[in-house]
């Protein structure tokens, strides 16, 4: 019997990892801990992070950059110390993860909406090019949602975001990478 899914498997497996009564709690106190580039977002909603442990009275929770050369991993990592601890976990150990690379696709649903809301073009809002090479030529525009808009440059307020302006309302605005 074919099944139809309704959600991508990797979000799936989140959300069951994430839902493991013993580290449940954990999970939704490191919702606190926000992308300092982007602060309506937390690090769930990114998507960057991948995991959450107790090993005895030691707490590892391991997180995965954007792009490797991410300047925000070291505050992230302080925050989710600084969340942890704040609740009453003295030994917390940050892990990052490099393997497997961090996609576009991790970010939640509600991560998606809450960059639109916030002006930023969620990775998901693309159109391909003619050639079908280029997927971020037309961002639609979070702020009219026309997507007749183009790219300025490849780079926006992050490496991980490029620059894109609309050409109806004339608003720049992010667009989050899609990798």
Same mark, same amino acid.
């Given at each position: *019997?074919?099944?139809?899914?309704? *959600?991508?498997?990797?979000?799936?497996?989140r959300?069951?990892?994430?839902?493991? #009564?013993?580290?449940?709690?954990?999970? +939704?106190l @490191?919702?606190?801990?926000?992308?300092?580039?982007?602060?309506?977002?937390?690090?769930? +909603? /990114? &998507? =960057?992070? %991948?995991? $959450?442990?107790?090993?005895?009275?030691?707490?590892?929770?391991?997180?995965t950059p954007?792009?490797?050369?991410?300047?925000?991993?070291?505050?992230?990592? +302080?925050? $989710?110390? #600084?969340?942890?601890?704040?609740?009453?976990?003295?030994?917390?150990?940050?892990?990052?993860?490099?393997?497997? #690379?961090?996609?576009?696709?991790? *970010?939640?649903?509600?991560? %998606?909406?809450k @960059?639109?809301?916030? &002006?930023?073009?969620?990775?998901?809002d693309?159109?391909?090019?003619?050639?079908? /090479?280029?997927?971020?030529a037309h961002?639609?525009?979070p702020?009219?949602?026309s %997507?007749?808009t183009?790219?300025?440059?490849?780079? &926006?307020?992050?490496?991980c975001?490029?620059?894109?302006q609309?050409?109806?309302c004339?608003?720049?605005? +992010?667009y989050?990478?899609? =990798?």
């Amino acid at each position: *019997m074919n099944e139809i899914s309704l *959600m991508p498997e990797e979000q799936y497996r989140r959300l069951q990892q994430r839902n493991v #009564a013993e580290v449940k709690e954990l999970w +939704d106190l @490191l919702d606190q801990v926000k992308d300092p580039e982007v602060p309506v977002l937390s690090i769930w +909603d /990114l &998507g =960057i992070l %991948r995991d $959450v442990e107790r090993d005895g009275d030691r707490i590892v929770v391991t997180i995965t950059p954007t792009y490797s050369g991410c300047p925000a991993m070291n505050t992230i990592a +302080d925050d $989710v110390v #600084a969340a942890l601890k704040a609740s009453g976990y003295d030994d917390v150990a940050v892990n990052t993860r490099l393997s497997p #690379a961090w996609s576009s696709e991790w *970010m939640s649903p509600a991560g %998606r909406r809450k @960059l639109r809301n916030y &002006g930023i073009a969620p990775p998901e809002d693309a159109d391909l090019d003619d050639d079908g /090479l280029t997927p971020d030529a037309h961002a639609q525009c979070p702020h009219c949602g026309s %997507r007749n808009t183009r790219r300025i440059s490849e780079f &926006g307020s992050t490496a991980c975001k490029a620059l894109f302006q609309c050409n109806d309302c004339n608003e720049p605005f +992010d667009y989050f990478k899609k =990798i």
